[in-house]
């Protein structure tokens, strides 16, 4: 009967797959047997609270898997109907040609980028040890599985993973690898013939090998041991063949495109399932769904009793819950007092971790990760304590030099509804564009801070001095990215953090900064305001970050020459870009002449200029020297640029 | 003797940061001994001609301890002054905060963003296999050596090297761990807790460990040992102390910026140097330079002598010989002739694939390399072979799913004068960035192939349609990026990027696409140019890549109604922005209604328009479905596009 379900799988995924004309077999052939495993024996879910707090995690790092995924799911009994398959990789259809967050169909994230599934793993497994740690084993204590295929384990951020994870001791994490010995370009032997599980055990993994991947006893064996081993997370290799029962089972012909007629039914006959199409065996189906609801009802059951009882009765516990089920805040940062006057200066960077630092304890449920930048990006949470194997309340995590799998651990513990905040030096932004995209399909409430934000670092040079970054940052879709002014915008762009689940950058300079008069705290929420306003206007200038406040004090300069210049402050570009005509007429009146200066290269600022000779900003990469001296090599210093604003302007 | 040089290159660094007042004394002071040992006993380089075909490489892929190098670099010889110390870091100096690529310094790269150098360095070592197995052993046979640290092994491109690097048994590549278990925020066990040695030999590594990183008699047998393994790549473990000598030796405060005046002062008299500044010790100088000269002048003048006879007697190594030298290729493919009659289609990709094949087969030292996506891109090399741990000479390197490594292999063989091209798809070049980045700030003539480059790949959905990568490319500096509109461009483009020595982007659509009838090899070069011109002009439509077909379908339909659109193809808008004026003009006269359409999100097309209505393109993140139902979705079909247009010159 066993059997039966898997080839339900098998054959559900072939006609998907056929149906679309496009998909991957290979894996949904190969893997079966595991996801049947995983999902009769072993994973607790609620298929109608998809939700449940407590419920084990599955992410399926191999997205290409994916109708085996719905497959698994549509069996389980998750809201998913025929007719959903049969609209698989089609327009409109709620199953996506990979995996799309939705915890409703089961699906716990998006993934399909190679790497990312594992690696988001990793914040989950942390959330976890975290939440069991503050609110009880009864009430939190759970697994995260991932399966993850060859090429998984080829991207750097899942070495990443792996180091951290055995680092860290996270041992509710079991990884379920799916070793065909086959990538899309072919058998793995031409570029990955490491011993994999050599590795994972110098990192600090328990290791378990499963010889046949048909073979669902080992499987559940090997998933048993993981189990009971809780000090390190677990991989256990189980190896497979792709394609399994197709022609060309184990060859990489399987693998990114559908069967070819013949060998499609063929197989579908091996199987079964002969001239029938989206077929759901019923007894097999009906075993299947026992096997799980026997395991899970009562566990399940259980735990509503208990966390019933304890949220009944115990009020801090209770609190922290209520957060976590709802994961928004209120806080009102509008009305903050600002320790710093007007016209006194700090650091931005110590400004925002110092206002970080009160949120923190202000805020239950949030974490500050850095990729071992702490002592730079000033993002450490003075009394969070730093989470590790023996502090699992730590709220301080050390990612280590690993930008990448540092975005996926955020989005991780977002998913898990813990506000997690991460610090890097902008120009290291490029390492983790990956983990950021996905925060942005995924629409979390990713928080990243970049500090060092322009070529006036200074010293460290081309390689350290960021140019095209906010470009970047600005193009991603679903994205908001702040760059403050002052520690006014600071806290007017946490401000928005807190009160939005929205994945946001916020770009931070490490110079000291004035808090300057004209800025706002609620300035920031329209992403441009006026700072600074003439009685008469003969131009205006655009800045944001750093350069506002030169534009202020060039508007001085040249006021006592007779210009009046209205400044704006632009906090975030794309901000602005969501309000109405009329505020932005209001800020930028039709026919104004209209200067932009930021010390980027990003050319979105075109929107808003007549031509590209007002917008004053650095085209080239960055040279050492001090930031004086750097800020005149590019004609960029307070002198050279009131002088291209005079020209400008006459 | 030994030592003193050792403590004067300790002492020269610490100057240097010291009058700085910026860089990282920690690793200078630690892996001394290390770099010591290296150049006086090892490294074979002519300090008078960087250039030298087999020289040994090395490279400082912690790049941190720049002042280290320079100083190393001094004291061999290399045309290095005193003075030139003194500028280090400064503006206008030769010295910047992080090594920059020049060899008549003795600087192989540009190292900085950790993890990078190692990577780049897998490259190295595969031109040396390469070229040694071309030119023959008398010619090419030398060692590739990096320097390492904590932070460039926590980085996942330097597990996806040394993944590769294990797989293809580089035994000329010996890896320098500088093991300090320090990084910037503390001691490594927060986060980095793995048996690294075990790791690599898990990954086909030959291993050595130095327990006492002050003992170069050990580093200089451990270093011998790694140079008698020809079969396995070497990685020597060193274990060193951060700060060696400092009052906080051992400790993250020495990392990253200069010691307190009274420690400075204090080592520096430890060290033997009070009161005196950039001082070079004679004896030892001469000592040191001694040992160099005595090992490496024989080496080098028989190299010579077997050289120039080699070049006087074969023909075919002489060939080779001079485009190795040159890395100029003479090809002008302007009148090349294309397979496709106007009207025709074929994938673009596939027409790329031949196009490329045909230059492999024309021009020596070229290479292919995809990160397991030859079979999609099809950018492999048919008449190339594979390179494997047998077949030396092959064109094709299979990467494996790790796109950041494959960009700093491509650089890596192009910083050894190999032409390579590597292939993904258009949304994975978000791993690739940091690679990216690294090959326009060396300006190298690394070229990058994205295919599948819009959300008309359809089926696999939002994870794998690009949206905002072409604006990621567009922004980095000194980049070409081209999006060639049909057969035609993508010849032009190629013909760039064989005549110019340049960091470049293609990007091409995956679908069939017509040979379009205005289309111009030779149009590319400009960037943009006319491919329809009506009697009267109405408006100008600007598209590039797929767009330029439908921009002319367009033209066509709304000539019927009385519209004359020109349209023009922008297979590069970089190229078109290096115009002058009066080109510009021509194309686009002042006034003239422009609309632009591409299936992007880069707003770099604001320089053109009059607002954003007239851009017609891709702002959300994509999804899946067949091509045809996507486009709809997006109101991005002909018919949407046609009536939008025709609203906007109404």
């Known amino acids: 009967m066993d059997r039966k379900v898997i080839n339900n799988l098998r054959s559900l995924s072939l006609d998907m797959i056929n149906d679309a004309q496009s998909g991957h077999p290979g894996i949904c ?88 599934g594992f690696a988001t793993s990793i914040g989950f497994a942390i959330a976890e040890e975290y939440l069991r740690s503050i609110l009880g084993s009864t009430i939190v204590n759970h697994f995260t599985y991932v399966l993850v295929s060859d090429g998984d384990l080829m991207e750097g951020i899942s070495y990443e993973a792996m180091s951290l994870a055995g680092s860290l001791g996270l041992g509710k994490l079991i990884v379920l690898y799916d070793s065909n010995s086959t990538c899309l370009d072919g058998n793995i032997n031409k570029t990955f013939k490491e011993n994999v599980l050599k590795r994972f055990e110098a990192s600090g993994w328990h290791t378990e090998q499963v010889v046949d991947g048909e073979n669902i006893l080992l499987i559940n064996k090997a998933i048993e041991n993981a189990k009971s081993i809780l000090n390190k997370p677990s991989i256990i290799e189980i190896k497979t063949i792709i394609g399994k029962g197709s022609i060309f089972e184990g060859s990489n012909k399987t693998h990114g495109k559908p069967l070819d007629e013949k060998d499609y039914l063929l197989l579908k006959k091996k199987l079964g399932y002969e001239n029938t199409f989206y077929h759901i065996s019923k007894d097999s189906t009906i075993y299947f769904r026992e096997k799980q609801e026997k395991r899970i009802e009562p566990i399940y059951n259980e735990w509503v009793k208990n966390y019933n009882e304890i949220y009944q009765s115990n009020e801090n516990v209770k609190k922290i ?36 630092n009160l949120l923190s304890d202000l805020l239950p449920l949030t974490m500050s990760v850095s990729s071992d930048l702490f002592t730079s990006t000033k993002t450490y949470f003075e009394n969070g304590g730093d989470f590790s194997e023996v502090n699992r309340k730590g709220k301080n995590i050390y990612a280590g030099v690993r930008e990448n799998l540092m975005g996926a651990i955020i989005n991780g513990l977002a998913l898990n509804n813990i506000r997690a905040f991460g610090s890097t030096f902008l120009t290291f932004s490029d390492y983790m564009k990956p983990s950021q995209r996905l925060a942005a399909l995924m629409n979390l409430s990713s928080t990243f801070i970049f500090t060092h934000d322009s070529i006036m670092i200074g010293e460290d040079g081309s390689t350290h001095q960021p140019i095209e970054q906010l470009s970047m940052l600005r193009s991603i879709p679903n994205m908001i990215t702040f760059r403050p002014a002052d520690i006014k915008e600071v806290v007017g762009s946490w401000d928005f953090i807190i ?15 004035k808090n300057l008069v004209g800025t706002k705290i609620e300035g920031v929420e329209k992403g441009a305001y006026i700072v600074k306003e003439p009685f008469r206007i003969s131009a205006i200038i655009l800045a944001s970050g750093s350069e506002v406040s030169t534009a202020i004090d060039i508007s001085d300069e040249l006021l006592n020459k007779g210009y009046g210049i209205r400044v704006i402050s632009v906090p975030s570009l794309e901000l602005f870009d969501m309000q109405d005509e009329e505020y932005k007429k209001e800020l930028i009146p039709l026919g104004s002449k209209v200067i932009v200066i930021e010390a980027s290269n990003d050319k979105s600022w075109y929107e808003y200029i007549y031509n590209k000779k007002y917008l004053l900003n650095i085209k080239d990469f960055g040279t050492s020297g001090k930031k004086v001296d750097v800020l005149k090599h590019f004609e960029f210093d307070f002198d050279s640029l009131i002088k291209k604003i005079e020209q400008l302007i006459k």
Chains 1, 2 share one sequence.
């Open 499 to 513: 009160n939005n689940k929205k994945p946001v950058n916020i770009v931070l300079a490490k110079d000291k900064i």
């Open 29 to 116: 052939l190969g893997a079966a047997p595991i996801m049947y495993t995983l999902f009769a024996n072993h994973l607790n879910f609620n298929k109608v609270d998809g939700n449940w707090l407590n419920r084990d995690r599955f992410i399926l790092s191999a997205g290409h898997g994916s109708a085996l995924l719905y497959s698994t799911l549509l069996l389980s009994g998750y809201p998913i109907e025929i007719s959903d398959l049969k609209k698989y990789r089609q327009i409109n259809s709620k199953l996506q040609g990979h995996p799309e967050l939705s915890r409703e169909l089961g699906i716990e994230m998006t993934t399909g980028p190679l790497g990312e």
């Open 321 to 356: 819950l209520n957060y976590l089920e709802n994961n928004t805040y209120e806080l009102n940062l509008k009305k903050v007092k600002i320790h710093l006057e007007e016209g006194e200066s700090e650091e931005l960077r110590v400004s925002n971790g110092k206002l970080m």
